[in-house]
């Protein structure tokens, strides 16, 4: 059973750039989640979707980052335009919706912006 | 404001002793809370997780306590062995928001042989 896909591993763009992140969700999980992970906030939430609707974006730091989820199967988070504070590790998950399924991660993208 | 917390950035232990990891958290609607391990250029994965109306849960070498009234939880794993250098993630759940997770800032735990 395939896990949380997550392209590119790494990705190195300049300031100003668009940057496109991809997530495959485990089959059968209705439940999607992207996380950002830098050394001095952690593991933040930025949105989630279920059954392909945006639930909670509250942590999109601003109007640069847009998600979307058109099918069940994928999702994409999108910065425009970049900046160097953008650089962390971003992590796609998914989950099944309901009681205490736990969540699943991808190995996340690296992203460096200079 | 962080309403997870993992206040030890780091733990050192020596092979076959016990590990033992802390977490205290602030919002009194998280019902379901979850540990979870994570290797270098890998993601998080799920360790073991216990409900708001239990106090333990155990499974094998691990062992998860909770303590409502002080709104704390630990993580103890024994034996402790080298292939549990990682980090350890402390996360909470409220209410049935679909499985939206808050994590704490995690402790890097080093198991020396």
């Known amino acids: 059973d395939a896990g949380v896909i997550q392209s590119p591993r790494h990705e190195v763009t300049e300031m100003g750039q668009e940057v496109t992140l991809r997530c495959k969700p485990i089959?059968?999980?209705?439940?999607l989640f992207w996380y950002r992970q830098t050394m001095m906030r952690g593991l933040e939430l930025l949105i989630y979707f279920n059954n392909n609707v945006p639930i909670d974006d509250s942590g999109m730091p601003e109007d640069r980052f847009s998600a979307k989820m058109p099918n069940a199967s994928f999702s994409t988070l999108k910065i425009q335009p970049s900046e160097p504070r953008d650089s962390a590790v971003y992590f796609c998950?998914?989950?099944?919706?309901?009681?205490?399924?736990?969540?699943?991660f991808g190995n996340g993208t690296r992203l460096t912006v200079t | 404001d962080q309403q997870v917390k993992q206040n030890s950035p780091s733990l050192s232990v020596q092979e076959g002793r016990i590990s033992i990891l802390n977490c205290d958290y602030t919002n009194s609607m998280f019902d379901y809370f979850l540990w979870y391990k994570k290797y270098p250029a890998e993601g998080p994965t799920f360790l073991i997780s216990?409900?708001?109306?239990?106090d333990k849960n155990e499974d094998g070498r691990f062992t998860v306590f909770l303590n409502k009234s002080a709104k704390h939880l630990s993580l103890h794993i024994v034996p402790s062995q080298p292939g549990d250098s990682a980090v350890y993630f402390c996360?909470?759940?409220?209410?049935?928001?679909?499985?939206?997770?808050?994590f704490g800032q995690g402790t890097i735990l080093t198991v020396h042989p």
């Open positions: 089959s059968g999980h209705n439940s």
């Open positions: 998950a998914s989950s099944r919706t309901g009681g205490v399924s736990p969540l699943h």
């Open positions: 216990i409900s708001s109306i239990k």
């Open positions: 996360a909470a759940r409220g209410g049935t928001s679909y499985g939206k997770l808050t």
